[in-house]
């Protein structure tokens, strides 16, 4: 069985930092691309930030320039610096990953998602 475990959600003030970091864990033979989004109540949920296993990256234009995606792949961990919060990255997090586990099947797997609240 393959899991997914995101760590590091919590209460911050605004322009105040977190690092989410989203490990997995099982019969893993290889991992693609690995993402993390969020949601908040009545909204669909959105990408934050991609990785893909060669290093490139892509953003939310709302976290461009505040978030930094990036992996350990001796880990099989991705990791979210998010630096300068503002109330509306408000939401629970979660991250997928493209695994391909022995014998050759490719799934997307989630983890269970961890919040995120930026308050005064």
């Known amino acids: 069985q393959v899991q997914l475990v995101e760590s590091g959600g919590g209460l911050v003030q605004p322009g105040e930092s977190l690092r989410l970091s989203c490990a997995a864990s099982g019969s893993i033979r290889s991992i693609g691309a690995m993402a993390w989004y969020r949601q908040t109540a009545g909204k669909q949920r959105e990408l934050v930030a991609e990785?893909?296993?060669?290093?490139?990256?892509d953003y939310a234009d709302s976290v461009k320039g505040r978030f930094t995606i990036s992996r350990d792949n001796a880990k099989n961990t991705v990791y979210l610096q998010m630096n300068s919060l503002k109330p509306e990255d408000t939401a629970v997090y979660s991250c997928?990953?493209?695994?391909?586990?022995?014998?050759?099947?490719?799934?997307?797997?989630w983890g269970q998602g961890t919040q995120v609240t930026v308050s005064s």
């Open positions: 997928n990953a493209f695994i391909q586990v022995p014998f050759g099947t490719w799934k997307l797997y």
């Open positions: 990785i893909r296993s060669g290093g490139n990256t």
